[in-house]
T-cell receptor, first 115, second 113 residues
Framework: GAGVSQSPRYKVAKRGQDVALRCDPI?????LFWYQQALGQGPEFLTY????????KSGLPSDRFFAERPEGSVSTLKIQRTQQEDSAVYLC?????????????FGPGTRLTVL | GESVGLHLPTLSVQEGDNSIINCAYS??????FIWYKQESGKGPQFIID?????DKRQGQRVTVLLNKTVKHLSLQIAATQPGDSAVYFC????????????FGGGTRLMVKP
């Protein structure tokens, strides 16, 4: 069956531009997560949704980062006024029910490069 | 795709040998642990998990060992194959503290034919 999909796969932005990254979770999955992965490092948690409710946004690095999931399915991570330090792979994951012990399935990621 | 793990510790093994990848986790309150495999240009792929009330769990060709006393986790891969070449991450979670996973730094496994 279809896994988690993300688009675009690659995004190049000039410093100061706004970007929007899309995540399509596995159909029927209640929980959705965003992670940021710098080159050579493990993913770091950004934010978590259960259905349309954003229950945890403690990992968002600044108020330039904003995520939404208005209908409890597709999610968008928006970064305003991008900076060079925002360059990373942005991973989306979904899980069926939620809870720390529910397996998270990851998408391929969006590679963001800020020039 | 982009390269994952340019500066990660590397384990190089011969095809057919067994591999052992180690991970030290940070939080003694963590009660759930997962191993993920990440190939270049792809997202992390679930391999195996273990709960803190266990010290060993086996899957197909893989075994995870948990030592809570020293906060150490290991992944053993039997009869390593070229397709096992990837970066491996351990992750930990606390079931009473939200749903986020905390990932370790990763190890690159290279399998020589």
């Amino acid at each position: 069956g279809a896994g988690v999909s993300q688009s675009p796969r690659y995004k190049v932005a000039k410093r100061g531009q706004d970007v929007a990254l899309r995540c399509d979770p596995i159909s029927g999955h209640v929980s959705l997560f965003w992670y940021q992965q710098a080159l050579g490092q493990g993913p770091e948690f950004l934010t978590y949704f259960q259905n349309e409710a954003q229950l945890d946004k403690s990992g968002l690095p600044s108020d330039r980062f904003f995520a939404e999931r208005p209908e409890g399915s597709v999610s968008t991570l928006k970064i305003q006024r991008t900076q060079q330090e925002d360059s990373a792979v942005y991973l989306c994951a979904s899980s069926l029910v939620g809870g720390a012990k529910d397996t998270q399935y990851f998408g391929p990621g969006t590679r963001l490069t800020v020039l | 795709g982009e390269s994952v793990g340019l500066h990660l510790p590397t384990l190089s093994v011969q095809e057919g040998d067994n591999s052992i990848i180690n991970c030290a986790y940070s939080n003694s309150a963590s009660d759930y642990f997962i191993w993920y495999k990440q190939e270049s240009g792809k997202g992390p792929q679930f391999i195996i998990d273990i709960r803190s009330n266990m010290d060993k769990r086996q899957g197909q060709r893989v075994t995870v060992l948990l030592n809570k006393t020293v906060k150490h986790l290991s992944l053993q891969i039997a009869a390593t194959q070229p397709g096992d070449s990837a970066v491996y991450f351990c992750a930990e979670a606390k079931s009473n503290a939200g749903n986020m996973l905390t990932f370790g730094g990763g190890t690159r496994l290279m399998v020589k034919p």
